[in-house]
């Protein structure tokens, strides 16, 4: 509080220890479960999706609808339906880990969609499917033999844009799991450690410095891949 751009004097692991007392280490396995599954099902159910639409959008207008009306997410504004999906999620028993990610996986697709049909249609060519075909390869082969690594680049993008938003959301968290501190995630935890007449700025600091490391160093190991990726694809 003396000099914000000072070094801490002295130093201290003190506010660590605290935090490990204060049970911030449930807090943050449970930021880690709902980042890392959240991820998982996206990576799994959208980039397939994304390939049977980049696919038929030119051959049936049925799909050019379904795009149409996917990506009109991006422009729908959360706190438009920030109070229905509260109601609905309470009343459906969803107020829990399992009804964040399902959240999650919803708001996800908008925009992940838009980027994996994009890079389908511009990356990934007709010709690959036709000489997968000819070699004796279904549909369900094709996609995860040969287009699903050929989307690398667009993998990393991706798992960094959305692992970055799972990890320091706020909102969400707040209005489906507040309820219960158990269900809390970490942002949730540093939000509630500090109250209305009480604000310790040690260990709330060291608890920012905890979330920011842990998706720095995500980020780290996986932005590389998104350059070595595009080197990648039907040539090798």
């Given at each position: 509080?003396?000099?914000?751009?000072?070094?801490?004097?002295?130093?201290?692991?003190?506010?660590?220890?605290?935090?490990?007392?204060?049970?911030?280490?449930?807090?943050?396995?449970n930021s880690?479960?709902?980042?890392?599954?959240?991820v998982?099902?996206?990576?799994l159910?959208?980039?397939?999706?994304?390939?049977?639409?980049?696919?038929?959008?030119?051959?049936?207008?049925?799909?050019?609808?379904?795009?149409?009306?996917?990506?009109?997410?991006?422009?729908?504004?959360?706190?438009?339906?920030?109070?229905?999906?509260?109601?609905?999620?309470n009343?459906?028993?969803?107020?829990?880990?399992?009804?964040l990610?399902i959240?999650?996986?919803?708001y996800?697709?908008?925009?992940?969609?838009?980027?994996?049909?994009?890079?389908?249609?511009?990356?990934?060519?007709?010709?690959?499917?036709?000489?997968?075909?000819?070699d004796?390869?279904?549909?369900?082969?094709?996609?995860?033999?040969v287009?699903?690594?050929?989307?690398?680049?667009?993998?990393?993008?991706?798992?960094?844009?959305?692992?970055?938003?799972?990890?320091?959301?706020?909102?969400?968290?707040?209005?489906?799991?507040?309820?219960?501190?158990?269900?809390?995630?970490?942002?949730?935890?540093?939000?509630?450690?500090?109250?209305?007449?009480?604000?310790d700025?040690?260990?709330?600091?060291?608890?920012?410095?905890?979330?920011?490391?842990?998706?720095?160093?995500?980020?780290?190991?996986?932005?590389?891949?998104?350059?070595?990726?595009?080197?990648?694809?039907?040539?090798?």
């Amino acid at each position: 509080m003396e000099n914000f751009f000072s070094w801490p004097n002295p130093f201290t692991l003190d506010n660590y220890h605290r935090l490990l007392n204060d049970g911030i280490g449930s807090y943050f396995w449970n930021s880690t479960i709902i980042t890392v599954v959240s991820v998982a099902v996206v990576m799994l159910f959208i980039p397939a999706a994304a390939y049977a639409i980049a696919r038929n959008m030119s051959r049936k207008k049925a799909f050019t609808i379904m795009y149409s009306l996917l990506i009109l997410g991006i422009f729908v504004p959360f706190q438009v339906i920030m109070i229905p999906i509260t109601v609905m999620m309470n009343r459906l028993g969803l107020a829990n880990m399992w009804g964040l990610i399902i959240l999650y996986l919803t708001y996800a697709i908008p925009q992940t969609l838009f980027l994996y049909v994009g890079y389908i249609k511009m990356s990934v060519p007709d010709s690959l499917d036709e000489a997968a075909e000819i070699d004796g390869a279904d549909k369900f082969t094709t996609y995860f033999k040969v287009v699903f690594p050929m989307l690398k680049p667009m993998h990393a993008t991706t798992l960094i844009i959305n692992a970055l938003w799972f990890w320091n959301d706020f909102m969400l968290p707040l209005l489906i799991l507040n309820k219960d501190s158990k269900l809390w995630t970490l942002p949730l935890f540093q939000y509630n450690y500090t109250g209305q007449y009480f604000n310790d700025y040690g260990p709330s600091f060291a608890s920012y410095i905890v979330g920011i490391i842990t998706i720095t160093i995500v980020y780290l190991i996986f932005q590389k891949n998104i350059i070595s990726g595009m080197s990648n694809g039907a040539v090798k």
